[in-house]
């Protein structure tokens, strides 16, 4: 089994893209942890779940603290987003965007905005429908990094085996 895990901001991920993380982490032969303040899924095999506390932030900072170099996060929270490319750790929405030191700033303006406009009467209706468009660009996104990130972790271990 590889080392690699993926952790799963679960209060607010669409059950159709946790389905398939849990379905890739049997498949490719890693750990999905999903981290929410109930209990969303049954563990088994490759998924686990930590339940914590109700208090605000409270699987962020789990996922924070727990979370290796060469995890991958699945989050929707951008603040949250930005503590994790801080910490050099890649970090998806569940839309397929890979947040970076490059992008990350101009998303947080973008939502400040969004909620100024909102709180004054300009925004829009914008419905936040997940469906399947939505899982096919995350899934086509997640699966070459997840490549990269396989690799990363043989590369590291035959360099460990070998006293490099």
């Known amino acids: 089994m590889l080392d690699l895990k993926i952790w799963i901001d679960a209060d607010s991920c669409p059950a159709t893209l946790r389905n398939f993380l849990t ?3 049997k498949r490719c032969d890693f750990t999905a942890v999903l981290v929410a303040n109930r209990a969303i899924t049954e563990e088994s095999g490759n998924t686990k779940m930590l339940v914590c506390d109700k208090k605000k932030d409270e699987a962020d900072n789990i996922i924070l603290e727990r979370a290796a170099k060469n995890d991958i996060v699945v989050t929707r929270d951008l603040l949250f987003a930005k503590r994790l490319v801080d910490k050099g750790i890649t970090v998806f929405n569940d839309r397929g965007t890979k947040f970076s030191r490059d992008n990350i700033e101009d998303r947080i303006m973008e939502r400040n ?22 899982l096919k660009k995350f899934t086509a996104e997640f699966k070459a990094e997840l490549q990269k990130h396989i690799v990363a972790e043989i590369y590291s271990r035959k360099r460990l085996q070998e006293g490099i």
């Open 23 to 25: 379905d890739e982490a």
């Open 113 to 134: 905005l969004s909620m100024n406009l909102s709180a004054i009467g300009l925004g829009g209706n914008k419905k936040n429908m997940y469906g399947q468009n939505e």
